[in-house]
């Protein structure tokens, strides 16, 4: 189980993102190699990351599903590399089981899902039998159609109250309690609105007790406030600051791109506030 402080306190890990696909939003093809790709992950490794999310389907608005077998062939030999050279938490972002399950094989520690265990009907019952630590993440509708005029009563309530749900779900298939994290699920099917509402309440989440994860780096919310932030790779900003308010609002594991960048502010937030 990845050790963790008490819910929603102190300073959060940070998990570097590791996409080995062609076309993810921000970085798809930049790592077409397994050597290219530990080259990278190493160098997260030495900026401060505390688990590796390695990726290898992209879950962007309308995204193609990619077989069991390719996204397999590009994970398993990166994870094998991983383990190596590197004994820290590794997790794999997947929302197939399959996959999930050669990764844990590889030297996986983690299954970070983007359906919440919901995708497949052996979901569950894999995360159960696996035994390693798993993500549910909210999402409403799936990558091809998310982004189609999304809706909610109120967002904050609703993931809340569907996340706890899941999680009593996970509960009764054999997921122990405490190998469980919950996942807000920032872009995928909400709006900008949406997700800035989901972090400033995300000491909600927090509040059904298990610790929570928060992935919002380089995405569109960001361009939605800053219009001269059409390319991803000029969201360097945004990223950190949606971090650092997701670390003031008790998040336990923040998801990046730019591990440095985001170790560095919240490092600076964390001395203002023992001062």
Known sequence: MLDFRPVGTGAPKIMGIVNVTPDSFSDGGRLSSTEAAVAHALKLIEQGADILDIGGESTRPGATPVPVEEETARVVPLIMALRDRWAGPISIDTMKPQVAQAAVGAGATMWNDVTALSHAPDSLRTAADLGCDVVLMHMQGAPQTMQQAPLYADVVSEVVDWLGARAEMAIAAGVRRERIWLDPGI?????????????????????????????????????????????????????????????????????????????????????????
Not at 219 to 242: C, E, F, H, M, N
Not at 245 to 250: P, T
Not at 255 to 275: M, P
């Open 187 to 275: 872009g995928f099917g909400k709006t900008p609105n949406h997700n800035l509402a989901l972090t400033a309440g995300l000491r909600q989440l927090s509040g059904l007790g298990y610790p929570v994860l928060y992935g919002a780096s380089r995405k569109r919310v960001i361009q939605s406030v800053d219009s001269t932030a059409a390319d991803p790779l000029d969201r360097l900003g945004g990223s950190i600051a949606l971090a650092l308010e997701a670390a003031r609002q008790g998040a336990d594991i923040i998801r990046v791109h730019d591990v440095r960048e985001t170790v560095q502010a919240l490092r600076i937030q964390a001395a203002l506030r023992d001062i």
